[in-house]
């Protein structure tokens, strides 16, 4: 199994990333993809995900008007498409697969519960 993230950058504030979690070794149809954020010294933070088997989604409220999730089923890939972005947003972002039915999605990705798989990050930079 392998989960990996790229598309992080430098950007503006006011800018907009998109970054990629490309996965293998499982079910993707099957699975639910996440993404999270972590800031040295805090705690990790769950942003988002999807449910590859009924297309299902959750965000948190600071991100859903901001953040999308694109699945692309012949790539096993899962964007996230990040807009608006601040200088809040610095972190390194990490990707994650669970099985899908294993928890309720906003559970999944508030709590950090039924995740299996991670990838290893991505760091995203947004100066003033």
């Known amino acids: 199994v392998q989960l990996v993230e790229s598309g992080g950058h430098s950007v503006q504030a006011g800018g907009s990333l998109r970054l990629s979690c490309e996965t293998s070794?499982?079910?993707?149809?099957?699975?639910?993809i996440g993404w999270f954020r972590q800031v040295p010294g805090k705690a990790r933070e769950g942003l988002a995900c999807v449910n590859n088997a009924n297309g299902g989604s959750y965000y948190i409220e600071s991100v859903k008007e901001r953040f999308i999730l694109i699945q692309d089923f012949d790539g096993n890939t899962v964007y996230l498409q990040m807009n608006g972005l601040v200088p809040g947003d610095t972190a390194t972002y990490y990707c994650?697969?669970?099985?899908?039915?294993?928890?309720?999605?906003?559970?999944?990705?508030?709590?950090?519960?039924?995740?299996?798989?991670w990838g290893k990050g991505t760091l995203v930079t947004v100066s003033s």
């Open positions: 994650a697969a669970g099985q899908a039915g294993s928890f309720d999605l906003e559970i999944m990705t508030v709590y950090g519960y039924g995740w299996n798989h």
């Open positions: 070794g499982f079910s993707f149809r099957e699975s639910v």
